[in-house]
């Protein structure tokens, strides 16, 4: 299977145009890799339905619940397949409320599992507990539903799947995945967490940490992002020991791109409904503008840009490659390396406009 990450390699003519064109691709490096619409393609030929895997904190702000409706309606556009959601708290609210999702999606028997950290949620047991006209439970738990502790489950996810194939989106903190990485062999598989990702993980979409490669970023250099100052050791090891390729959705990628208000108004129907109702809960909660609210769009980058890669397009460009890690503080560093395997998502003025008309045509499909 082909690295998703690197682009195709040039073909041999003869030796001295094989080094200009070389010494053209170094100049040009960022411009260049990033017109390409193969270097983030996690697909073998465009008709496969890439399996995913969404790792989330889903109770605390509401741009996971809208990721997560684009993940189901880009499986039912046969995009992907979510083969199971962990969550990284504690709180069964979350976890209830992601069953009901799924179900409310006709996929109620996708597997959940449930982390150990932080508890939240509240708007999320608020849409659980919600009433139909009739009285009956408008987002129903499905019956016998039960949670899975989120380490297990993932190790049995990733045995069960054809090697280099899944692609891991992370929307929250980075326990789970670390976590992952220091687990021992058990019944789902001989191998420890760490040989397993490498085996099976073809790729993880990271929203996290904050970048300035982009120039027009530069203010977010020093920002702390949730993501990453909620388990700081856990990014660290997660940057640093993280065997296969790492792509980051930065803060300020969907700190600068919003999600369309009269969109939520109007358009959300059927199944959408759920995140229309759930976006009401929380803006309840967490603002003063209810529906007039244009909250980032975070979670949504890391999963739109992995599985809408085509060329033609033009959702977004790519950093160089490099290392990146985080200081103690939770302060993001990325530091270029050709033979690095993390990069970050770089989005435009132009590019901004086009991925936020997107997620309105996407998130509100009936």
């Not at 890799?33 to 790792?55: K, N």
Request: glycine share 8%; charged share 25%.
């Amino acid at each position: 299977m082909k690295n998703p990450l690197h682009a195709r390699s040039l073909m041999k003519s003869d030796l001295f145009f094989v080094v200009f064109a070389t010494s053209l691709v170094f100049i040009f490096c960022g411009a260049l890799r990033a017109a390409e619409g193969e270097l983030l393609d996690v697909r073998d030929s465009a008709a496969d339905a890439i399996p995913v895997i969404l790792d989330t904190d889903i109770g605390g702000d509401i741009d996971d619940s809208f990721a997560l409706a684009l993940l189901h309606n880009f499986e039912s556009r046969g995009v992907c397949k979510l083969i199971g959601v962990t969550t990284t708290d504690v709180n069964p609210s979350d976890v209830d409320y992601v069953a009901a999702f799924n179900a409310n999606f006709g996929r109620p028997e996708i597997p959940v599992g449930i982390g150990a950290g932080r508890k939240d949620g509240s708007y999320l047991l608020r849409v659980t507990l919600q009433k139909d006209a009739q009285g009956a439970l408008e987002y129903p738990i499905p019956d016998g539903f039960k949670a899975r502790e989120a380490v297990p489950l993932l190790r049995e996810l990733l045995a069960a799947a054809e090697d280099r194939s899944v692609v891991i989106v992370l929307l929250g903190p980075c326990s789970n995945l670390a976590a992952l990485l220091d687990s021992s062999a058990d019944a789902a598989s001989p191998l420890t967490g760490r040989e397993l990702v490498e085996k099976k993980v073809r790729l993880l979409s990271m929203m996290g940490g904050a970048f300035a490669v982009d120039k027009t970023a530069e203010n977010y250099a020093t920002h702390r992002e949730w993501n990453i100052v909620c388990d700081i050791p856990s990014a660290q090891k997660l940057a640093r020991e993280w065997p296969g390729e790492i792509v980051f959705s930065g803060y300020e990628v969907g700190d600068r791109i919003r999600i369309n208000p009269v969109n939520l108004k109007r358009d959300y129907s059927r199944r959408a409904k759920i995140i229309h109702d759930a976006f009401g809960y929380w803006a309840a909660e967490n603002t003063d503008e209810g529906f007039d609210h244009q909250r980032p769009t975070w979670g949504l980058t890391s999963v739109l840009f992995v599985l809408r890669p085509e060329e033609g397009r033009d959702y977004y460009t790519l950093s160089e490659p490099g290392d990146v890690d985080f200081d103690d503080d939770g302060i993001t560093r990325f530091t270029p390396n050709p033979e690095g395997k993390r990069r970050c998502f770089l989005v435009d003025e132009v590019q901004r406009a086009r991925v936020g008309e997107a997620f309105v045509n996407l998130c509100s499909e009936p």
